[in-house]
């Protein structure tokens, strides 16, 4: 039975009821506060268990000078991000991409036993709204002739899953995986922009570097584990069967995932994909326990991302780089346009939520992010 909120704009909202209240951050007249959403405001409150009890039909009291219009505040990132982490979590993903690259061998062998990832920037994160400058990179076509350094021709967008670290642990120390859940504040959703050209020839022998430190946008809601228990889901022990440090898996979670596109010729967007988080093949949990497996000192409002969040269908692939199949097969817009990747002035929007029979429905807000010309 659905919870009651004094707050009438909470009873049925899609995205924030009672059941959901995720933490967030915003500028009001000039000071900075804390907050939880609630239906189309925000109360101020630092204690969700409070919030929640104010908040309910029949409370003793109801401070409405605790509650603020969402559309009157200015959103900030959530959390101070002190490191960012992104993994590559998602199998279906991880086989696309291979199968572009390597057609005869396209999941590397390690791949079903250590959950890949980078360490990335935390401070071009930026929050849900923020444009960026379409970057430049060095990039190399023609194998005959030297790189060029100019902006980048493939910018691609990542729907990804943010895991917000809400207890640290030692260095030296590691966490275990049946505690590894105890140690995260809550998910979000995360946009690891991505220029593919770049990408492509710096990439090895390291990793990622300029092709995804310009910027990774964030959405501001934070939530927690326990608005999304309903939609937990056991996951299955993967074959062949994780390291013991990496076992039991824990959970998955039943998380709708939308990427939205619109160009700057568009007046509505146009949905691109819809995946789920239950199709990764690590859990959050494994993310965490391998991160701090050899000591890492992982730190309150640390952030990792799980990687892109693809599914086993051409719709439920969550970047343009497996969307369109590295551009041959170019997306056709509502305006008449094609997108192989994306153009200057494009708006990519994600949107997260959570639904089943017998639960409320809660949602993550959205992910905003626009592509101006380089500077």
Same mark, same amino acid.
């Given at each position: 039975?659905?919870?009651?909120?004094?707050?009438?704009?909470?009873?049925?909202?899609?995205?924030?009821?009672?059941?959901?209240?995720?933490?967030?951050?915003? +500028?009001?007249?000039? /000071?900075?506060?804390? #907050?939880?959403? $609630? %239906?189309?405001?925000?109360? =101020?409150?630092?204690?969700? @268990?409070?919030?929640?009890?104010?908040?309910?039909?029949?409370?003793?009291?109801?401070?409405?000078?605790?509650?603020?219009?969402?559309?009157?505040?200015?959103?900030?990132?959530?959390?101070?991000?002190?490191?960012?982490?992104?993994?590559?979590?998602?199998?279906?993903?991880?086989?696309?991409?291979?199968?572009?690259?390597?057609?005869?061998?396209?999941?590397?062998?390690?791949?079903?036993?250590?959950?890949?990832?980078?360490?990335?920037?935390?401070?071009?994160?930026?929050?849900?709204?923020?444009?960026?400058?379409?970057?430049?990179?060095?990039?190399?076509?023609?194998?005959?002739?030297?790189?060029?350094?100019?902006?980048?021709? +493939?910018?691609?967008? /990542?729907?990804?899953? #943010?895991?917000? $670290? %809400?207890?640290?642990?030692? =260095?030296?120390?590691?966490? @275990?995986?049946?505690?590894?859940?105890?140690?995260?504040?809550?998910?979000?959703?995360?946009?690891?922009?991505?220029?593919?050209?770049?990408?492509?020839?710096?990439?090895?022998?390291?990793?990622?570097?300029?092709?995804?430190?310009?910027?990774?946008?964030?959405?501001?809601?934070?939530?927690?584990?326990?608005?999304?228990?309903?939609?937990?889901?056991?996951?299955?022990?993967?074959?062949?069967?994780?390291?013991?440090?990496?076992?039991?898996?824990?959970?998955?979670?039943?998380?709708?995932?939308?990427?939205?596109?619109?160009?700057?010729?568009?007046?509505?967007?146009?949905?691109?994909?819809?995946?789920?988080?239950?199709?990764?093949?690590?859990?959050?949990?494994?993310?965490?326990?391998?991160?701090?497996?050899?000591?890492?000192?992982?730190?309150?409002?640390?952030?990792?991302?799980?990687?892109?969040?693809?599914?086993?269908?051409?719709?439920?692939?969550?970047?343009?780089?497996?969307?369109?199949?590295?551009?041959?097969?170019?997306?056709?817009?509502?305006?008449?346009?094609?997108?192989?990747?994306?153009?200057?002035?494009?708006?990519?929007?994600?949107?997260?939520?959570?639904?089943?029979?017998?639960?409320?429905?809660?949602?993550?807000?959205?992910?905003?992010?626009?592509?101006?010309?380089?500077?």
């Amino acid at each position: 039975m659905a919870l009651k909120s004094w707050v009438e704009s909470a009873n049925g909202h899609p995205e924030f009821p009672l059941e959901n209240l995720p933490l967030g951050r915003f +500028r009001y007249r000039g /000071e900075v506060h804390h #907050g939880f959403a $609630i %239906g189309d405001f925000v109360f =101020l409150e630092s204690d969700r @268990a409070r919030a929640r009890e104010a908040l309910r039909e029949g409370a003793t009291s109801r401070d409405e000078s605790r509650l603020i219009k969402q559309s009157d505040v200015e959103m900030l990132l959530p959390v101070d991000i002190g490191d960012y982490t992104d993994f590559y979590a998602s199998i279906n993903h991880a086989t696309n991409v291979g199968s572009m690259f390597r057609p005869d061998n396209p999941l590397l062998p390690n791949y079903k036993w250590i959950p890949i990832g980078y360490h990335g920037r935390a401070s071009s994160i930026v929050v849900s709204g923020t444009p960026f400058h379409r970057p430049k990179g060095q990039t190399r076509d023609d194998a005959e002739k030297p790189p060029v350094f100019g902006p980048t021709k +493939r910018l691609d967008y /990542e729907l990804e899953v #943010g895991i917000v $670290i %809400g207890k640290g642990n030692d =260095l030296g120390d590691t966490i @275990a995986i049946d505690r590894a859940e105890d140690h995260i504040l809550g998910l979000c959703i995360v946009n690891d922009w991505s220029a593919r050209d770049v990408q492509t020839w710096e990439y090895q022998p390291l990793g990622p570097f300029l092709a995804k430190n310009f910027a990774t946008s964030m959405s501001p809601w934070i939530v927690t584990l326990d608005a999304l228990a309903p939609f937990r889901i056991e996951a299955p022990v993967n074959d062949p069967p994780p390291l013991p440090y990496l076992s039991p898996p824990g959970a998955l979670y039943d998380i709708t995932l939308e990427v939205w596109l619109r160009s700057a010729k568009m007046r509505e967007p146009m949905l691109v994909s819809r995946g789920n988080f239950r199709d990764m093949y690590w859990t959050i949990a494994q993310l965490v326990a391998h991160h701090a497996s050899n000591g890492c000192n992982m730190r309150a409002g640390d952030l990792l991302a799980s990687g892109t969040v693809s599914g086993t269908t051409k719709e439920s692939r969550g970047c343009l780089l497996e969307r369109t199949w590295r551009g041959t097969e170019p997306l056709e817009l509502p305006s008449g346009e094609q997108r192989r990747f994306l153009e200057d002035g494009d708006e990519v929007i994600m949107r997260a939520y959570c639904e089943r029979e017998g639960a409320t429905r809660i949602g993550f807000g959205e992910c905003r992010g626009t592509v101006l010309p380089p500077l």
